[in-house]
């Protein structure tokens, strides 16, 4: 079991490589050429492509006293659609930023990222016998990207797996 100091480093990790900077960036917004994911947002980026943005705005939306609500509700539609056409859509973008400046937004934002991402890694880490702050965080920041599944399969299949090998 990690500690809390663990978990924390290894989501301050995974913040430095998705918005630079270990707090993570609650507002960020992110669109980069090629990204399967579309238009990323938050504190370690979720995407519009996976559904998960839908699935944070309607979090926050939900919840008394977010700031940015009523502007963003007209957007829940098309994030749940995965309208890709919000990639380039300005004013979307604009709000949220906004949006990552409201207190609601980050504590939604922290507990969608633990409910989403970390809980489901650390489940992962431990059925593969994983059990180090830094191979949890390798297993966090796959989750995060999406590709954990298919990356412990490669990786099992060209060398084995950690039960065999040793997870050094």
Known sequence: MLTELQKLTAQAVVNV???GTALG?????TLLKGDPGHLTYGRSQTTLASGNLFLLLKAYCEEEGAEM??????FLERTAA???SLDNDGAFRVLLRQAGLDPVMQEVQDG???RVYW???VGHATAAGLTTGLGTTVVYDS???GGWSRIRARTEERFGTVAALGER
């Open 25 to 29: 960036d609650y507002g960020k917004v």
């Open 112 to 114: 969608f990222f633990d």
């Open 143 to 145: 989750v995060v990207h």
């Open 69 to 74: 609500a009523g502007a963003l509700r007209p």
């Open 82 to 84: 995965r309208d890709l």
């Open 119 to 121: 809980l489901p890694a």
């Open 17 to 19: 490589f998705e918005t």
